[in-house]
């Protein structure tokens, strides 16, 4: 009797093991290393069928999941259809489609009373160790002054970001003192990672988590003026960084005004502006992920914007809501900005979850895709929709009973 009791333990173990691996991984290896997204898809294919084995009896009942769930994946699905639609008429980054597909089958067969915040603690730990020792290889070993190889150092930048937010949130709901005293030191380190990649954008973002903390009722306000001494004391670490950053903005804008766009700012501003000519053309639809190139060749010929941006033959935008509207159109925009804005339905109007994980995590990311697009980075599409999936079910919370 004892060991059949020890054996049904080991198995239960093993099928949260599984259940929450995307949970463990979304942290450390989809940040770190380089097929970090390829092992996540699989991570996620297993968790998929580990919970259709553990949900199998009820997965298909019309009670599974409760309306704001079903709400959430029907908004993505509307987005999944629409890309697919789209890749028919032009090419569209199949990478995308493939991770909205994957990470809403997870949401829907996840089994919610299964998870235990334990699992994100450990998680969020993992990913602020690792990201400690990666930083102090990269930044002080081998010197390099932008970390987040093999990752581009934006969307490192933006990975970092999101957790520190997350060890943050931990921190303010949990009422251990030990607690809160590793997961803000947590935040502390993926908020001081941030500043090494020396990424102005996202830097920027994390004005209105602060807003959002200071403005929220509900806050710690022993967490809100601990991230705050924390951020200053960061930016103090960081001074060389800032002043460096300083410097290369004011010497951008200094150009600008020469009427020298050959810059970092300069370039965006010019992307932007053949981006206002390719959706006047194609405002409903878009071009597809590979036509607008052949737009600005042809803007270039009709003298509309210059030789350097054909030279530079970007990849994208560098502005996620200009991006999508290029390449999916007014349509394509919508879609995308449904499933942010019934989050945030969820969580302002409605009041069924949470209002601070949902409010910082999409102003924040708001923020951060004026400057860049952070679904044309995979990993940064999973961690976000993994993080907005925790937070309207209230699993940021320490003292959620589900």
């Not at 949130?169 to 030191?185: H, M, S, V």
């Not at 502390?188 to 602060?210: D, E, K, M, S």
Request: contains cysteine; aromatic residues 12%.
């Amino acid at each position: 009797m004892k060991s059949q009791h020890s054996s049904q333990q080991a198995i239960t173990f093993v099928q949260n093991f599984l259940l929450h691996l995307p949970l463990l991984w979304m942290f450390s290896g989809l940040m770190m290393l380089q097929d970090g997204r390829s092992i996540m898809t699989r991570i996620l294919v297993v968790a998929v069928i580990t919970a259709i084995y553990i949900g199998r009896k009820s997965i298909f009942s019309g009670t599974y999941k409760d309306k704001k769930n079903r709400y959430f994946i029907f908004f993505i699905g509307l987005n999944i259809i629409y890309l697919l639609l789209s890749k028919v008429i032009h090419h569209v980054d199949h990478g995308f489609i493939r991770t909205l597909f994957v990470s809403s089958l997870y949401f829907y067969f996840y089994p919610v009373n299964r998870y235990h915040i334990n699992w994100l603690k450990a998680s969020i730990l993992i990913g602020t160790t690792l990201l400690a020792c990666f930083a102090y290889w990269q930044a002080f070993l081998l010197g390099i002054t932008r970390i987040g190889e093999p990752m581009n150092a934006i969307p490192f930048a933006t990975c970092c970001m999101l957790l520190s937010i997350s060890a943050a949130l931990i921190a303010n709901n949990t009422q251990c003192r030990k607690e809160f005293i590793i997961f803000t030191l947590a935040s502390l380190v993926a908020l001081f990672c941030t500043f090494l990649t020396g990424t102005r954008g996202v830097l920027i973002a994390i004005i209105p988590c602060l807003l959002i903390i200071n403005l929220h009722k509900k806050i710690n306000l022993k967490v809100g003026g601990t991230l705050i001494l924390l951020l200053i004391m960061v930016a103090i670490a960081n001074q060389r960084v800032l002043t460096t950053m300083w410097q290369r903005t004011a010497n951008e804008i200094q150009n600008i005004s020469n009427d020298n766009l050959n810059t970092s700012v300069g370039l965006r501003l010019q992307f932007w502006k053949s981006a206002i000519y390719t959706i006047n053309d194609h405002p409903f639809l878009g071009v597809g992920t590979k036509a607008f190139r052949n737009e600005i060749s042809k803007q270039y010929e009709q003298g509309l914007t210059s030789e350097e941006v054909v030279k530079f033959n970007p990849m994208h935008y560098h502005n996620q809501f200009i991006d999508t509207t290029v390449k999916t159109g007014f349509i394509g925009l919508l879609l995308m900005l449904s499933i942010f804005l019934y989050c945030l339905y969820l969580a302002l109007i409605s009041k069924v979850c949470e209002t601070l994980p949902i409010t910082m995590i999409i102003a924040s990311l708001g923020i951060a895709a004026l400057t860049d697009v952070p679904f044309a980075h995979l990993p940064v599409v999973y961690l976000l929709f993994m993080l907005l999936f925790l937070g309207i079910n209230n699993l940021f919370n320490t003292k959620t009973v589900v």
